[in-house]
């Protein structure tokens, strides 16, 4: 069965950089969430879409800001990298409508130098 | 506000022995649901299981099992014969059954098993 696919799996970048995260979830799913895990810390929700509107934002910092497309998918696009910025960000998605279960991505670590 | 509480930061064993990870959690809505997830050293979240908040009933999967009692707000998860391969981080996690159903998570429990 397809899981949700992301990309960069690793991406390295610089102070004051910025970085674009993809998301592609699990056909037929219409709601995307992203959460960032800290080294050492639980996963922390960012923000969600329902069928290519925001529909629920977390602690995300003002310079990072997220859409999903016509397709589904779903970009996290991060400006002014900052050392604290490291860290695994995961994408997950589920059916509204479904079992509740959020199906994760693999994760893509980000380590800013 | 939803809140999960994972006491237990590490807990180290020796492999067979049996093992429990305690989650409690607070929330307001009548109808919730349950999580716990896996992460081992490479990273990626892996489902153990789901639990809906109007279902008690205690759930066996191999050497798994989970103990939910609403009274307590708890939802224990306990391993049974561990093995090193259960090395990893445990996650408990809660969502609720309005708006986007995002996931809060407790603050995880390093499990290793020592061989």
């Given amino acids: ?113 | 506000a939803q809140k999960v509480t994972q006491a237990q930061t590490e807990i180290s064993v020796v492999e067979k022995e049996d093992v429990t990870l305690d989650c409690v959690y607070e929330t307001r809505d009548t109808t919730y649901y349950l999580f716990w997830y896996k992460q081992p050293p490479s990273g990626e979240l892996v489902f153990l299981i789901r639990r809906n908040s109007f279902d008690e009933q205690n759930e066996i999967s191999g050497r798994y099992s989970w103990n939910f009692q609403k009274s307590t707000s708890s939802f224990n998860f306990t391993i049974t014969a561990s093995q090193v391969v259960d090395s990893a981080v445990y996650f408990c996690a809660l969502s609720g059954n309005q708006g986007a159903q995002k996931l809060v998570f407790g603050q995880g429990t390093r499990l290793t098993i020592n061989p």
């Avoid at chain 1, 899981?3 to 993809?22: C, D």
């Avoid at chain 1, 589920?94 to 380590?111: D, I, S």
């Fill in chain 1, 1 to 113: 069965a397809a899981g949700v696919i992301q990309s960069p799996r690793h991406l390295i970048k610089e102070k004051r950089e910025t970085a674009t995260l993809k998301c592609y979830p699990i056909p037929r799913h219409d709601t995307v969430y992203w959460y960032q895990q800290g080294p050492g810390q639980d996963p922390q929700f960012l923000i969600s879409f329902y069928e290519k509107m925001q529909s629920d934002k977390g602690s995300i910092p003002d310079r990072f800001s997220a859409q999903q497309f016509s397709d589904y998918h779903s970009e996290l696009n991060m400006s002014s990298l900052e050392l604290g910025d490291s860290a695994l960000y995961f994408c997950a998605s589920t059916l509204r409508t479904g079992n509740h279960e959020q199906y994760f991505g693999p994760g893509t670590r980000l380590t800013v130098t």
